[in-house]
């Protein structure tokens, strides 16, 4: 398996709430610069082609991610699908933030919801963005086998492909630090809103741009390539499910990420 287990400061609970929340809003930004949001749209439609669901369970969703611009495209095309954003350690300010917007079919959970625990979770299609390189190996395919097993619609997205040699990640890894603190210091200016706390700990302080660069290098390597993830999918149940391994896209046909997508196969 290529995927290195390094760790990520996100993954401690110990991180204070306002790194985190600050780490998170930047991810936020990340998305829309980059145009995630309209990829994940592009693939819920195809998934729900192949299988029918009225709501979107998001698991990882920290602050939101992309999944609340992913559901106002969503209803602008009229598919009518109820948003519910879960977390395992979920920021109770963000919670009550997006919940008091009274956003239309959107809710955040207030408990948190293990991920792993899939057979648990309400019905509806299964999201994971850019969150299941955080799973160790058993923990995943834990999470494809009960999506499996359950016959549970599942999406998972990842921005990132693993595909550079380890050994030139390393050699690379202080420039891309470098450029990702950088980066950092710019996308601040364009996370809404800009807390105080998020301005002293990257401008005076910078304790964000030093976590975000680390983890974001490290999300890089523990993300699973195709061959990883081939080792990871449950035993074919080719007669009632379907698993697809892919780049994902945008509709100009640029290549961003890739998606784990799995369904149950529909009667016929």
């Not at 299941?132 to 494809?144: D, G, R, S, T």
């Not at 061959?227 to 035993?235: A, I, N, S, W, Y």
Request: include cysteine; aromatic fraction near 8%.
């Amino acid at each position: 398996m290529k995927r290195l287990e390094l760790f990520e400061f996100e993954d401690f609970n110990w991180l204070p709430i306002f790194i985190r929340s600050g780490i998170t809003k930047l991810i936020i930004v990340l998305h829309r610069f980059i145009g995630t949001s309209e990829v994940i749209t592009n693939l819920i439609i195809e998934i729900q082609k192949k299988s029918h669901f009225n709501q979107i369970i998001d698991l990882g969703s920290g602050a939101g991610g992309p999944m609340l611009d992913v559901i106002q495209r969503l209803q602008s095309k009229h598919t009518n699908l109820e948003l519910i954003l879960t977390d395992l350690y979920p920021n109770q300010t963000i919670v009550k933030t997006i919940n008091n917007k009274k956003l239309a079919h959107v809710t955040y959970s207030k408990t948190a919801l293990d991920a792993t625990n899939v057979n648990e979770v309400s019905q509806g299609l299964k999201t994971m963005i850019a969150s299941f390189h955080h799973m160790k190996p058993n923990i995943a395919k834990k999470i494809l086998k009960s999506a499996q097993d359950s016959n549970s619609p599942i999406l998972i997205y990842e921005i990132a492909k693993n595909t550079i040699p380890t050994l030139i990640w390393w050699l690379l890894l202080p420039i891309s630090l470098l450029i990702l603190m950088v980066m950092s210091l710019v996308m601040t200016l364009f996370v809404k809103p800009l807390s105080l706390a998020q301005i002293v700990s990257t401008y005076l302080i910078p304790i964000i741009p030093i976590i975000y660069a680390w983890d974001g290098q490290a999300s890089l390597m523990r993300t699973y390539t195709f061959k990883d993830v081939k080792t990871l999918l449950p035993e074919k149940d080719e007669k009632n499910y379907e698993w697809i391994i892919a780049d994902a896209q945008k509709l100009n046909g640029k290549k961003l990420g890739y998606c784990i997508m799995g369904y149950p196969k529909m009667n016929t």
